[in-house]
């Protein structure tokens, strides 16, 4: 609580300093001007207010101070913790549901990763490979592939194993998950 009594005394110093250097007068006179004794739980206490009458509304008031900073030993704090991690990321999902995304098969699963998605759009003449397509239609810069299928893609030939339809990748997901 000391340091709370600290951290006010700094913004309340800082606030009479500032509104005594805007309207060119001493702080004491900041004092004498604003300040008012505020009554809160029946407890007295001195702060600062500033009241701006309005047309056809109540008027604006802001206040400084009338916050008690004793110890209360009977304050219940609700507080809920943070939870920081709910589940696995998409990416780790699909890794741990271990398959190859392009063949379906289970064996040695690698990440094949391309620094950005513009990078699957090179070429527009050509014909994408079957890979690219995938991960243009996932809208994913990564992908689990079994090392034969990363080994075809990294070195441009064909892919040796028979690929899999994307509607089976979404069924193999929801069963693994």
Not at 61 to 78: C, H
Not at 110 to 129: I, S
Request: with cysteine.
């Amino acid at each position: 609580m000391h340091t709370l009594r600290k951290l006010k005394w700094v913004m309340e110093t800082s606030l009479t300093k500032t509104l005594a250097h805007k309207f060119k007068v001493s702080v004491p006179k900041i004092y004498e001007k604003y300040g008012v004794e505020l009554v809160i739980d029946n407890k007295r206490s001195k702060g600062l207010q500033v009241s701006i009458p309005r047309q056809d509304k109540k008027p604006l008031v802001a206040t400084w101070g009338g916050v008690s900073l004793s110890w209360d030993i009977n304050a219940t704090l609700e507080e809920q913790p943070l939870k920081i991690y709910v589940d696995h990321s998409e990416l780790v999902q699909r890794l741990l549901a271990g398959y190859c995304e392009l063949c379906g098969t289970t064996e040695e699963i690698e990440v094949h990763h391309v620094r950005a998605m513009k990078d699957l759009h090179t070429h527009p003449g050509r014909e994408k490979p079957e890979w690219v397509k995938r991960m243009i239609a996932l809208k994913r810069k990564t992908m689990p592939l079994c090392r034969t299928c990363h080994d075809d893609v990294h070195a441009g030939r064909p892919l040796r194993r028979q690929t899999i339809k994307l509607t089976e990748v979404k069924a193999l997901q929801k069963a693994k998950l």
